[in-house]
């Protein structure tokens, strides 16, 4: 089978054979059709220092966000049929440790990273356990069923705080935070403002339901408030940038007992206004992937019930390449001037 490989511990992937994998008792074997690609595969293919310290060993399949068909199952699995249409929860967990066992598994100590800590999905065919697999209505588009993994990740931020009739901002416009913008509008927030350094991708968080875009560069949230009519701050921040100059301006213009769901990963530590967090009461919520199996519901529910949202969670994917022009798909991703990257594996 085709398979994009880490061939060795350093910068660069190869799209080469190898045999094709078989599922285990408790697995399922899925033909890959489509994967998204993810800031963690540029890291995985940079070789930083966290993709130094987070793959075992080489050579390793990577990817982790894939729609395909279920091909093989395991003798024990009962749950998923050959023939299903599915996407695969990436985080693979122990199901022993004190949060699997009190029903938190996304707070795993243990959890194992598919195409990060073993094989992944940007390849012919992948193997996980069939706890992982997410079973799709029949009429869900290859391309929207590919981007679950991050669109969990916009559900699970979007909604760890109440927002009908509330002020949001979102610092961030890649995709997740795009998608947040149509999760937030979906789910009856007031004024939506988004934050970013790239106009392109403002606009495509415009074309998702925001109301006002910033391009941090030339403006800032106080200028938001003030264009909006709002006197009193933002009441719910949804945090996707990694970037210390947009949280700090975030805090600056959240309402007094306003609350942030932070998602973007930072490079380096950061320094924080904790005084102003302190006595402005500010909630402050770390958010890491999807709630198990949750946000996969709600997020599946949302998708069947609104056209409106499926088309804005679907207008985030701007680019799509055959598997063999894989170069070109981590080209344009890394480029920042783009949504949603998908390769067709198909």
């Known amino acids: 089978m085709r398979a ?45 220092d966290w993709a130094a310290g987070a793959v075992p060993s080489t050579p390793q399949i990577i990817g982790h966000e894939f729609y395909g068909e279920v091909d093989e199952v395991g003798r024990n699995v009962t749950s998923v049929r050959v023939g299903d249409r599915v996407s695969g929860e990436g985080h693979i967990v122990c ?18 990273g598919v195409g ?11 193997v996980i356990p069939a706890t992982n697999v997410w079973v799709h ?28 009739g509330e002020d949001v901002v979102v610092t961030g416009a890649g995709p997740i ?16 403002a988004v934050t970013d350094l790239s106009d392109a991708r403002l606009e495509l968080a415009k074309g998702a339901g925001a109301d006002l875009l910033v391009n941090a560069a030339r ?16 009441d719910v921040g949804l945090e996707m ?17 306003g609350r942030i769901a932070m998602l973007g990963l930072p490079k380096d530590a950061y320094p924080v206004d904790w005084g102003k967090v302190i006595t402005h009461m500010i909630t402050i919520k770390g958010i890491y992937g999807r709630e198990m199996y949750d946000t996969w519901y709600t997020m599946s529910s949302m998708l069947s019930t609104s056209p ?19 170069e070109e798909a981590f080209a344009t991703a890394a480029s920042g001037e783009c949504g949603k990257v998908i390769m067709d594996w198909s």
């Open 95 to 112: 199901g022993t440790c004190r949060n699997c066992r009190a029903g938190r598994r996304h707070l795993c100590i243990n959890t194992i």
């Open 116 to 126: 990060v800590n073993r094989d992944g999905a940007f390849a012919d065919h992948v």
């Open 241 to 257: 940038s990694g970037a210390p100059p947009a949280v700090a301006d975030m805090i600056d213009h959240l309402n007094h007992g």
């Open 137 to 164: 209505h029949d009429d869900i588009d290859p391309d929207l069923g590919a981007v679950f993994d991050p669109l969990g990740n916009a559900v699970h931020t979007t909604l760890s705080f109440p927002l009908a």
């Open 177 to 192: 935070g795009v998608m947040a913008v149509a999760i937030a509008r979906h789910v009856g927030a007031r004024h939506i």
């Open 308 to 326: 409106v949202l499926r088309e804005a969670i679907s207008s985030v994917i701007t680019h799509r390449f055959p598997a063999e022009q894989w």
């Open 219 to 234: 403006s800032d949230l106080g200028q938001a408030m003030r264009e909006l009519g709002m006197k009193e701050g933002f």
């Open 4 to 48: 994009l490989v880490k061939p060795r511990r350093g910068p660069g992937l190869e799209l080469t054979d190898l045999p094709e994998p078989h599922a285990g008792d408790d697995e399922v074997r899925v033909r890959v059709l489509r994967a998204g690609l993810c800031g963690t595969d540029l890291h995985l293919h940079g070789w930083d």
